[in-house]
Structures are given as C-alpha cells and as structure tokens.
C-alpha cells in the first residue's frame, strides 16, 4: 500500500527556514516523480514544484523559485521541500504527492501545516 | 501561465441528483486535464486524469469530458459521499496550475 507521511512543519518566524519532510512506503521514491503541493488556509489548490522520475529535474512555482528546494535521499526514501525565506503568504498545509505517469498527483499524504508569522 | 477557470463556484443539489461541472482553460490544455476531490481535514483524492479516464477505484458514476479549453466533470447520480470541494488541474504546461474549485453542496 502506498503511504506518504509528511513532517517538518511548524510556527516560523518571516524570513527563517524549515525542512518539510515526505516518508515514502509501499513503493521506491526512485521510480516515479514526486511533487508539493500546498492549500492556504481556506483556500485552493496550488502546486509547489516537482522532481522528475531521474531525481535531476525540478521545476518550480514562480512565487517559491529561488527561495525553496526539491531533493529526494534515495537511501530513506523520503522526498523533502527545504523553504528558505520564508514569508507570510507561506503559510499553508503542504502535502506531498506521487505522479504514477504523468503529472497528475495519484497519492497524497495528509498534509503538514506550515505557519510563518511574527 | 494557463488559467483554468471552474464554475460555479457553488452548487446546490440533492441526493440522487445529477451534477455537472465546468473547467475552462485559458488556452488549451488537450486532453491533459484532471479532476480532483477534497473533503474537509481530508487531503485530495484524483478521480479522471486526461479529461475522461478514472483512476484507479472511482466509481462509474464519475465521468469527464471535453478536450482543448472545455471540460466537464459529471457525478451520475450523487451520493451523500460526493458532497465535496472539486478541483481541476492541467499537466499540459508548466506551471502545472489548478482551478479555484466548485463547492457541491447539499441542497
């Protein structure tokens, strides 16, 4: 069974850090593409960024480029979000997700809520 | 950027009714278009991918359509369970952008 378990998340400070989490099992991360997704508070969906199937390709929304980064440890089969400068619009539950193909996201973990506020 | 645009924003109906929702892309997307639902506290959950194939364990009663700009979402005959957020989403290009979803509520 596929499983994905986010962690990381938490109060931060504007401008501060954090390292989201994804724990992948009943499949190997290596063999598909994986994706972050975040939901505002009350709000929508929008897509974060995405690795492709090889690990060396990532792409980005254009309100995180530059500030946030997706990598994957084959060894623990977890996926990570690493957030730098973080700000206030930020502030959202984070949920990670598998594409199976192509960029459609088939499993979703439950989500981990980020909150950046001073 | 491709913009997809859901409508209504809400709707209204009852148990064992016939629900239909609309996707409008920006500029089009093919067939690279997929459905989505939430509930509340609930992660989503993928019901079509290209316009109008189920994924894996979605009832019958769940179709899509359309291609190019237009795409429709169609709950058969709801069910209490189908009273949820639906939410589109395009693969065509990046960056891969959702809807501002359809609320389908209970009437």
């Known amino acids: 069974e596929v499983q994905l378990l986010e962690s990381g998340g938490g109060l931060v400070q504007p401008g501060g850090s954090l390292r989201l989490s994804c724990a992948a099992s009943?499949?190997?991360?290596?063999?598909?593409?994986m994706n972050w997704v975040r939901q505002a508070p009350g709000k929508g969906l929008e897509w974060v960024s995405s690795?492709?199937?090889?690990?060396?390709?990532?792409d980005y929304a254009d309100s995180v480029k530059g500030r946030f980064i997706i990598y994957r440890d084959s060894s623990k089969n977890t996926l990570y979000l690493q957030m730098n400068h973080l700000r206030v619009e930020d502030t959202a539950v984070y949920y990670c997700?598998?594409?199976?193909?192509?960029?459609?996201?088939?499993?979703w973990g439950q989500g981990t809520l980020v909150t950046v506020s001073s | 950027e491709i913009v997809l645009t859901q409508s209504p924003a809400t709707l209204s109906l009852s148990p064992g009714e016939r629900a239909t929702l609309s996707c409008r892309a920006s500029q089009s997307v093919s067939n690279y278009l997929g459905w989505y639902q939430q509930k509340p506290g609930q992660a989503p959950r993928l019901l079509i991918y290209d316009a109008s194939d189920r994924a894996t364990g979605i009832p019958a009663r769940f179709s899509g359509s359309g291609s190019g700009t237009d795409f429709t979402l169609t709950i058969s005959s709801l069910e209490p369970a189908d009273f949820a957020v639906y939410y589109c989403?395009?693969?065509?290009?990046?960056?891969?952008?959702f809807g501002q979803g359809t609320r389908l509520e209970i009437k």
């Open positions: 009943g499949f190997t991360l290596n063999n598909y593409a």
């Open positions: 690795v492709d199937v090889t690990g060396v390709s990532a």
């Open positions: 997700a598998q594409s199976m193909g192509a960029y459609y996201f088939d499993y």
């Open positions: 989403q395009q693969r065509s290009n990046w960056p891969i952008t």
